[in-house]
């Protein structure tokens, strides 16, 4: 499709590496693509911003109009993790105290800048208009209902929902047993390759997902 990148034309971004079944959309933005890493069946829709030191896995999602910014500490997205529509993952913040000038037109030396490693771990879900600021981490398998804010570290394997987010729910973990027969059916497929995907299925699913997860909490 016209609207994403061609393999050829992702080859010149100038991507620190990036694999196989790629949907990039041309309205996305790339800062800084040499320290952009990008794994197999990724998709990343429009209007979406990607800065600095990003590492993403394989089979991820990150829906229309998220932001992921990071410094050298990095922030890592996991093999199956999702980001749904107009999330934030700020892996630095100025300081709001007044200890420091503010924004990216004044020299560092004058600015507080805190700055920490984000991780989303695999299966990990983050909800619409979510947020994760720095010091936040999903464990593995967490997901987040829409509308909530992660500033401190998660724990594997329940549903978080709020500002500041709380532990509301256990997770099943029924789509590991799914993860393996995906990964068996395409190795028995395609010799190990990677076929391509319906990537507006993983969208449809996530939203229902965090819906879900609102509906229960209201």
């Known amino acids: 499709m016209d609207s994403f990148y061609t393999k050829k034309e992702l080859e010149h971004l100038g991507f620190k590496s990036i694999g196989n079944n790629i949907f990039l959309s041309k309205k996305a933005s790339f800062y800084n693509p040499e320290k952009i890493s990008i794994g197999n069946n990724v998709r990343i829709d429009d209007f979406v911003i990607i800065s600095g030191y990003v590492t993403i896995g394989n089979f991820v999602h990150i829906a229309t109009g998220s932001v992921v910014m990071a410094k050298k500490e990095g922030i890592f997205i996991e ?35 805190s700055s920490k490693t984000i991780r989303l771990q695999k299966h990990s879900l983050l909800g619409c208009n979510s947020i994760i600021l720095p010091g936040g981490n999903l464990a593995e398998g967490v997901s987040v209902g829409v509308f909530s804010l992660i ?64 509906l229960q909490c209201a």
Do not use: M
């Not at 892996?91 to 800048?113: A, H, M, T, W």
């Open 79 to 113: 093999d199956f993790a999702g980001i749904s529509i107009q999330c934030k993952i700020l892996g630095s913040s100025d300081d709001f105290s007044g200890n420091g000038l503010i924004g990216p037109c004044v020299p560092e030396k004058y600015r507080q800048i």
């Open 151 to 214: 500033n401190r570290p998660t724990k594997e394997w329940g549903i978080y929902f709020g500002i500041p987010a709380k532990r509301i729910l256990e997770r099943s973990k029924n789509i590991l047993q799914l993860e393996e027969e995906l990964l068996k059916s395409k190795k028995s497929q395609w010799g190990g390759g990677h076929n391509k995907l319906k990537p507006h299925k993983a969208s449809l699913s996530f939203s229902i997902h965090t819906s879900s997860i609102l």
